[in-house]
């Protein structure tokens, strides 16, 4: 059995009846919001993993909020930690393009576009410098990732933490930069880079677990 898999059965092992009853109202209520919103709105969803992925980003910020906890520091180390996490995030949302510098083509102003709860509502601000788009799972995603960043970054201040933590949580970044650099050496033809546009969501969902069970375990480091 992996350590990953040791870890994991552990956190199942101890969940209390309080937790087991939050969860299970979570998931309650996120059930009854997808059908709500398909209900009322009329949509169709011709893949339903698709609808279901957003609950995994967020529900996993919610453990991450209900069970990470930082240690004690200094304020000079949480300012450092910070800064590490914020970069971080800005790195994330940037290659995601959640932000970016405005091609000044489109209209300026509010968008808001209705989507399945998690995926959206999608709020857009275009402005004629920058925009900045909030899609709420990657939004929520990323932060949890950012915040498991700040809280390892405490931890490397009393042990010795390489750069493999930098890496292995920068899964969930690399893939839309491998991405662009496969359809641009491939001309955006090939069948290959189609089937990764095609699974862009599965493969950023699994990237975005891994990275985050390797941020919240780190399993080998103290």
């Known amino acids: 059995m992996s350590v990953l898999a040791i870890h994991a059965r552990t956190v199942l092992d101890r969940l209390t009846l309080d937790e087991v009853a939050l969860w299970a109202g979570v998931l309650t209520a996120e059930l009854l919001a997808v059908g709500i919103y398909f209900t009322a709105t009329g949509a169709q969803s011709t893949t339903l993993r698709y609808v279901l992925y957003p609950f995994v980003w967020i529900n996993l910020g919610l453990w ?8 004690p520091a ?18 994330l949302t940037w290659f995601a393009g959640l932000f970016g510098t405005a091609t000044g083509d489109g209209a300026v102003g509010l968008d808001v576009t209705f989507a399945s709860p998690g995926l959206g509502p999608i709020v857009g601000y275009f402005g004629t410098v920058v925009y900045v788009v909030a899609v709420p799972y990657l939004v929520v995603g990323y932060l949890t990732l950012s915040y498991l960043v700040y809280v390892a970054a405490l931890d490397a201040s009393r042990a010795a933490l390489p750069g493999v933590l930098g890496l292995a949580s920068c899964v969930g970044c690399a893939f839309p930069i491998v991405a662009t650099i ?16 095609t699974h862009s969501m599965d493969l950023s969902t699994v990237a975005f677990v891994l990275a985050f069970a390797l941020l919240y375990w780190r399993p080998g480091f103290e």
């Open 64 to 71: 991450a909020a209900l069970h990470v906890r930082p240690r």
């Open 182 to 197: 496969v359809a641009g050496v491939a001309g955006g033809s090939s069948a290959v880079v189609a089937t990764i546009y």
């Open 74 to 91: 200094g304020r000079r180390t949480q300012l450092v930690a910070g800064g590490v996490a914020l970069g971080y995030f800005l790195v």
